[in-house]
Nanobody
Framework: QVLVVESGGGLVQAGGSLRLSCAAS????????MAWYRQAPGKQRELVAA??????TNYADSVKGRFTISRATKNTVFLQMNSLKVEDTAVYYC???????????WGQGTQVTVSS
């Protein structure tokens, strides 16, 4: 079992910045992938950025050049969000999956609201 906890959401004006944090605990393999997803009202959940251990990062086209995913340890990941836009407003979820694991795990989500 893995517990995933996010923090760092909030309200910010367009053009501002926020930093999200995510920590996973429990059965953590050396090789895993941590990722950020988001879901806006009335829309499907979408991948924002992903970062496997020892691998290259992957970003949604809509956030390239503005968001940066990084990892402090094998079970901690951050999402630095700059130049935020109103359309970035969503609940942001952290996702964790051990390589070879049977399933992935989700955090409870953190609200990011960008005002115009």
């Amino acid at each position: 079992q893995v517990l995933v906890v996010e923090s760092g959401g909030g309200l910010v004006q367009a053009g501002g910045s926020l930093r999200l944090s995510c920590a996973a605990s429990g059965t953590i393999f050396t090789s895993n992938t941590m990722a950020w997803y988001r879901q806006a009202p009335g829309k499907q959940r979408e991948l924002v950025a992903a970062m496997p251990t020892g691998g290259s990062t992957n970003y949604a086209d809509s956030v390239k050049g503005r968001f940066t995913i990084s990892r402090a340890t094998k079970n901690t990941v951050f999402l630095q969000m700059n130049s935020l836009k109103v359309e970035d407003t969503a609940v942001y979820y952290c996702n964790f999956k051990n390589v070879g694991g049977a399933r992935d795990y989700w955090g409870q989500g953190t609200q990011v609201t960008v005002s115009s």
